[in-house]
Nanobody, 118 residues
């Protein structure tokens, strides 16, 4: 399994920005597609964004499209999530995961808390 460590969460006012990072232990990181999920209190975990291992194609949940940007740096074994125009409903624990196939996410980080105040 790949070890993943998220960072960059915090408290921000509505309309502000945060950048989350996820550091991976895998030497073959460039061969993994990666994804971000989030889970708000009392709700199920939901998909946020993903980036393909080859070519960097990206996908986004409708709720974050146009505000969030996922990117990766294979030289540094990291995947990032730039979050702009944050809303209170973006408040959640954010997790990164390895995307091992359609709907399959094998490795998860411990999560980082994002809180957006109104």
């Amino acid at each position: 399994q790949v070890q993943l460590v998220e960072s960059g969460g915090g408290l921000v006012q509505a309309g502000g920005s945060l950048r989350l990072s996820c550091a991976a232990s895998a030497r073959t990181f460039s061969m993994y597609s990666m994804a971000w999920f989030r889970q708000a209190a009392g709700k199920e975990r939901e998909f946020v964004a993903s980036i393909r291992w080859s070519g960097g194609r990206t996908w986004y949940a409708d709720s974050v499209k146009g505000r969030f940007t996922i990117s990766r740096d294979d030289a540094k074994n990291t995947v990032s999530l730039q979050m702009n125009s944050l809303k209170p409903e973006d408040t959640a624990i954010y997790y990164c995961a390895t995307a091992n196939g359609p709907g399959t996410y094998a490795s998860w980080g411990q999560g980082t808390q994002v809180t957006v105040s109104s």
